[in-house]
């Protein structure tokens, strides 16, 4: 294997990059290094992540540590019920003196987007975001405007509370490239964690250590990570068995697809490869295609989600046995 691909994707930097980055958010978010690396995926992969988990296991940190440690933008959205689209997008302001509009951009214009508890906002405010986050610009008085790169939107809630909600729709839910659950740390870690905060917290100290411009290299390469046919070939069977599953009143969309292709090359650099293995992409199939599927209420009732669904098709759809062609 090359360390560097025909065209310039140098995997060996991508893996020293993904290496250098989880230690310094580790010090942060103790005892969650897998979490960690499906995060970086999805960043190298220029996707965007839906944080479903209960409150104070650290959504709010990891995203904070991830923009320093890229030396990006970090900024923050309390999605309430009466939160307005232009508090998300920016608006457009009349200055007499000049005599002209001009526009003053929202917190969307930022490398890291946290918005927090998103399934508090009305679907108005919700639906703010699909264009930013499909097509990296937003429009405001029928001007478009390019959002900044790298661009990550970190979207929480709470899978618990449901009063006062507004559940996030399919069209939205798709333009999340995975969802993660951070969940709770066991004790030995909760005790280094406590241990690490008793004079101040690890966030206010932690260095940059990597920049937005070396991102975005990565990010406009790592297409360039070889997918043999035959695994191209899974991805798109593992994803057409879903919209044919007895279980399941709404499959995974080509938005899937394409996600998972992506994050399957993503994950491959950075363990150092230039080619996928099937591995690549059965560790990113259920955080990249669960929440694209709706469960029928049925199935629901007797215990069964998406996850134990996507679980299940991955030992039942053929992995290719042969390996990728070099």
């Not at 996600?259 to 059965?282: E, F, M, N």
Request: with cysteine.
């Amino acid at each position: 294997m090359s360390n560097e691909t025909r065209s310039g994707l140098d995997v060996r930097a991508v893996a020293d990059w993904g290496r250098k980055v989880t230690a310094n958010i580790e010090s942060v978010i103790i005892g969650k290094r897998p979490v960690i690396e499906i995060t970086l995926v999805a960043l190298l992969a220029d996707g965007h992540i839906l944080l479903q988990d209960v409150p104070g296991v650290g959504k709010t940190m990891l995203a904070r540590a991830l923009a320093r440690s890229i030396g990006g933008d970090f900024k923050r959205v309390q999605f309430t019920p009466d939160l307005l689209p232009n508090d998300v997008i920016g608006i457009s302001i009349y200055n007499q003196k000049s005599g002209e509009f001009e526009f003053h951009p929202g917190p969307v214009f930022s490398t890291i987007l946290l918005g927090d508890e998103i399934n508090r906002a009305t679907p108005r405010t919700q639906s703010a975001l699909l264009e930013a986050m499909a097509e990296r610009q937003v429009s405001v008085d029928g001007k478009s405007r390019p959002l900044p790169r790298p661009f990550l939107v970190m979207a929480t809630q709470n899978p618990i509370e449901y009063e006062g909600t507004f559940p996030l729709p399919e069209a939205q839910l798709d333009r999340f490239m995975l969802k993660l659950q951070i969940g709770y740390p066991d004790p030995a870690d909760e005790r280094k964690m406590v241990r690490s905060q008793q004079l101040r917290h690890p966030i206010e100290s932690l260095p940059t250590v990597s920049s937005p411009e070396e991102l975005i290299h990565f990010q406009d390469t790592i297409g360039q990570v070889h997918l043999d046919d035959s695994l191209l070939d899974y991805i798109i069977k593992l994803v057409s068995a879903t919209r044919s599953h007895r279980e399941l009143s709404l499959g995974a969309s080509p938005r899937s697809t394409l996600a998972l292709t992506r994050c399957a090359q993503a994950r491959a650099a950075l363990s150092g490869r230039d080619y996928v293995l099937p591995d690549d992409i059965k560790i990113m199939a259920v955080p990249v295609m669960s929440h694209r599927l709706i469960v029928k209420s049925e199935s629901i009732l007797r215990g069964r989600q998406a996850e134990f669904i996507v679980a299940e098709l991955l030992n039942t759809v053929p992995v290719p046995v042969e390996g990728p062609a070099r």
